[in-house]
């Protein structure tokens, strides 16, 4: 298992800049994918981005070429840079991580509030 943490959220005006990070603890070496998600009010929580054990990434059409997941192996850290943020970007953002071996898992972290404001 692994314990994941967020933090750098916070409130950014339209256009603005923001990067979230997820600090992982526990078991990384058994981590085979790591995600971000997020939950905007009276929705569902939706995939945001991927990045894999062998380092692919991929987004969710609404963020590619705005938001950049990137990893630093030293820091047993994830972020997601987030760039020329909309209102819509607006959600608790979820940091979560899974192993898809025999005993594996599905870990999340408590989420970092994103409010973009207009």
């Known amino acids: 298992q692994v314990q994941l943490v967020e933090s750098g959220g916070g409130l950014v005006q339209a256009g603005g800049t923001l990067k979230l990070s997820c600090e992982v603890s526990?078991?990384?070496?058994?981590?085979?994918?790591m995600a971000w998600y997020r939950q905007a009010p009276g929705m569902q929580r939706e995939l945001v981005g991927t990045?894999?054990?062998?380092?692919?990434?991929d987004y969710v059409d609404s963020v590619k070429g705005r938001f950049t997941i990137s990893r630093d192996a030293a820091k047993n850290t994830m972020y997601l840079q987030m760039d020329s943020l909309k209102p819509e970007d607006t959600a608790v953002y979820y940091c979560?991580?899974?192993?898809?071996?025999?005993?594996?898992?599905?870990?999340w972290g408590p989420g970092t509030q994103v409010t973009v404001s207009s």
């Open positions: 979560y991580a899974d192993s898809r071996r025999i005993g594996g898992y599905d870990s």
């Open positions: 526990g078991s990384i070496s058994s981590i085979d994918t």
């Open positions: 990045i894999t054990r062998g380092g692919m990434i």
